[in-house]
């Protein structure tokens, strides 16, 4: 499995990005889990939401609920992160990531996923 994200950038607080993550590499990704992680400097990595690519279930975490959305375009093969009204601690390199989960939700541990993307820089300034 290949993963390409795109789409970092920088942005003023408040604003907007949207986030890609091409996959590639199986035939089918039904039995895949999709998520988006970040790493800030000097901190852990840390999980920011997921999707089951069969059922399209989402889980998010509780920093981003309500201000980011995911999701995915079967016929691509593509999963979106839409973020809005951004703030200068979302500030991160963001991955994204597969795990073969086999339908399993709420999973959070980077060490769960497979296989990872290289990262892109989001940006927000105050």
């Known amino acids: 499995v290949q993963l390409q994200a795109s789409g970092g950038g920088l942005v003023q607080a408040g604003g907007s990005l949207r986030l890609s993550c091409a996959a590639s590499g199986r035939t089918t990704f039904s039995e895949y889990t999709l998520a988006w992680f970040r790493q800030a400097p000097g901190k852990d990595r840390e999980f920011v939401v997921s999707i089951t690519w069969s059922g399209g279930i989402t889980d998010f975490a509780d920093s981003v609920k309500g201000r980011f959305t995911i999701s995915r375009d079967n016929a691509k093969n593509t999963v979106y992160l839409q973020m809005n009204n951004l703030k200068p601690e979302d500030t991160a390199v963001y991955y994204c990531?597969?795990?073969?989960?086999?339908?399993?939700?709420?999973?959070?541990?980077?060490?769960?996923?497979?296989?990872w993307g290289q990262g892109t820089l989001v940006t927000v300034s105050s």
């Open positions: 990531a597969a795990g073969y989960l086999r339908y399993i939700h709420r999973v959070y541990a980077p060490n769960e996923y497979n296989y």
